[in-house]
């Protein structure tokens, strides 16, 4: 190929990307015999592709982050405008955009105090992990140094969030792991049957007791914090049980172990409430968050904590070690948090959290109706706008249906124009999970356009 580029012409686009790029999640040999999918706009729900092909993007950006819809342009303005002024400042010192979003931020979060900037999701639970370690050394002489987390859920793509990954499929080949991450029990009722001595009545609260003994095993004094998704993502749509937080935050409190959440797919409105943990009235020492913060238009993710947990980083200034000695490079980018305040004043003027709370019920009614219809739909799952219904091929022993059926679906559906997703290469055997988590703006003809194509997806597939 020669030099000249002209980004309008796409078949010229196709060319340099299966040449040059190195997609995520991906495995590239279908790519020497069909084009890989070039995204090349969007609006509201909607994209379209290289061949001027429309989508109904029912998973927000594949990976639940558009929060507020594709094409906003007084997002982009807000960045621009902030860009000409100051584009980047290390976050050693502040800023004014990152001072404002902060504030803006703990408004919404009783009991929270301290906004520690960073740029993906991955990176702030690793700042929370470092943060546990810290405190460990500083206050309890090294003890209190482990970190529990949950079979199923997933905290980001580096080792150390590995080291903490409940998804062994995720994890496959990628070890050895940090030591010192300790794993917990998930709490699908639905797979309870699968769990050693699970009861019939308070599952939730069994399902909270398996990490008391956990703590118990390892020993108390060794277990500095436990890390947990409020609604599992992409481990398969789990929703916790009744009883669940409440207990886990009691456990926390006994054995005085940080409760950290990982709000990074459920923060900023997916849920219906601005964050994922407050549907259970628990007081967390540290919260993540970024996918949904600023929808996509800047990278910028944040580690929220709270002033106790803060205190403990200023508390001997004599002591040469004793602040968090930690930076992000982009961190101090400005666009983060100019496009973050923008998208939370949409989130509030277009009254989002209600409507993802409304379209989320039309979402539930939906998917149960198609269970009615559809034997292959052994469970459905959902909180707000993270919904999701899960296939097996009895609907009596649960067997989950093979990965490639699951993904017919998936493909049928974006044949019709509508981009679905399912639990992926993440637990194995275990990857039947439709995912649906459209763009907190949509409309109830837009909900009825994502279960009408998967009621046809599943009429074709599964006859
Ligand atoms: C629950 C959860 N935590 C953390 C991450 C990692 O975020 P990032 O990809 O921004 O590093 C993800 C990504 O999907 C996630 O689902």
């Not at 001595?197 to 277990?223: K, R």
């Not at 947990?309 to 930076?327: A, G």
């Not at 919904?387 to 249906?401: S, Y």
Request: glycine share 10%.
């Amino acid at each position: 190929m020669d030099g000249t580029f002209n980004e309008n012409d796409l078949s010229r686009v196709v060319e340099a990307d299966r040449a040059h790029v190195w997609h995520h999640l991906s495995q590239h040999k279908p790519y020497e015999t069909s084009d890989p999918r070039i995204i090349v706009e969007g609006k509201g729900l909607r994209v379209w592709d290289q061949k001027g092909k429309e989508h109904l993007d029912a998973v927000s950006g594949a990976v639940w982050t558009v929060n507020v819809g594709y094409g906003r342009e007084s997002i982009a303005n807000a960045i621009r405008d902030q860009l000409i002024k100051l584009n980047y400042f290390a976050g050693a010192a502040g800023s004014v955009p990152g001072a404002i979003f902060a504030e803006k931020l703990i408004e919404k979060m009783p009991g929270m105090s301290r906004v520690y900037y960073c740029n993906s999701g991955s990176e702030a639970n690793e700042k929370a992990f470092k943060m546990v370690r810290q405190i460990a050394h500083a206050k309890y002489g090294g003890k209190k140094w482990k970190i529990l987390y949950r079979d199923r859920d997933y905290h980001g793509t580096t080792i150390g969030c590995l080291s903490a990954g409940g998804q062994d499929e995720r994890n496959a080949q990628y070890g050895p792991f940090a030591p010192g991450f300790v794993r917990v029990p998930h709490c699908l009722e639905y797979r309870k049957h699968e769990q050693e001595g699970a009861p019939v009545e308070n599952y939730g609260e069994w399902a909270a007791d398996q990490i008391e003994a956990v703590i118990l095993a390892e020993g108390p004094d060794t277990v500095g914090a436990i890390c947990l998704e409020p609604v599992t993502a992409g481990g398969g749509v789990i929703t916790p049980p009744k009883g669940y937080w409440e207990r886990v935050q009691e456990i926390c409190r006994k054995y005085d172990i940080l409760l950290h959440i990982d709000e990074v797919v459920c923060g900023v409105g997916r849920t219906g409430t601005w964050f994922g943990y407050q549907h259970y009235g628990i007081q967390p020492d540290m919260v993540t968050m970024a996918k949904g913060v600023a929808s996509g238009y800047a990278a910028i993710a944040c580690l929220v904590t709270t002033e106790a947990v803060f205190e403990k980083f200023k508390d001997q200034p004599e002591d040469r070690l004793n602040y968090f000695r930690d930076i992000s490079t982009f961190g101090g980018c400005t666009a983060g948090p100019a496009a973050a305040i923008e998208n939370m004043r949409i989130i509030e003027d277009e009254d989002l959290l209600a409507n993802t709370l409304k379209m989320g019920e039309r979402m539930m009614n939906n998917l149960h109706a198609l269970m009615d219809k559809h034997k292959v739909i052994g469970d459905v799952r959902g909180k707000g706008l993270f919904c999701g219904a899960e296939l097996v091929t009895d609907r009596v022993t649960k067997e989950p249906v093979p990965e490639k059926m699951a993904q017919a679906v998936t493909a049928d559906c974006m044949a019709q124009g509508v981009i679905v997703g399912v639990t992926n290469r993440s637990i194995p055997g275990r990857n039947n999970t439709l995912c649906f988590s459209p763009a907190l703006i949509a409309r109830p003809d837009d909900i009825d356009q994502i279960t009408d194509a998967v009621d046809r997806a599943l009429t074709r597939v599964f006859g």
